[in-house]
């Protein structure tokens, strides 16, 4: 099965394909980046971490957002297993960096991806 890769583009007359791996790094980012209720069709499609982006990142609201992304993550990308998210302190407020560990199955492989969500 062939994945399109995104952001969407067609150049001359093909559209951009994307392999196994790389299709699941932009799952993971379009799920994260995607707030719950921005896709009239699937309203409980991606996560509610943005709220929580001006709030201080102590303990309890790391384990909230690292919840929400597993969740997220079990329930919108089953090709991935074994999921561990890591998070970045930044000095910014406003910006979450997060790193997400997965393994995947289908190939015997673990991956990983940073994302950074800003408000």
Not at 22 to 42: D, F, N, Y
Request: hydrophobic fraction near 40%.
């Amino acid at each position: 099965m062939k994945n399109i890769a995104f952001p969407f583009n067609i150049t001359v007359g093909e559209i951009r394909e994307a392999d196994y791996v790389e299709s699941i790094k932009q799952s993971v980012h379009i799920i994260l980046l995607t707030a719950k209720g921005e896709r009239m069709m699937l309203p409980e499609f991606g996560t509610n971490i943005r709220r929580y982006l001006f709030e201080p990142l102590n303990q309890t609201i790391r384990e909230i957002i690292r919840t929400e992304i597993i969740n997220a993550l079990y329930e919108w990308e089953n090709r991935i297993r074994d999921i561990e998210v890591e998070f970045t302190d930044t000095v910014n407020s406003g910006v979450l960096c997060v790193t997400v560990n997965y393994s995947i199955p289908d190939l015997n492989v673990k991956d990983n991806m940073r994302v950074t969500i800003n408000n």
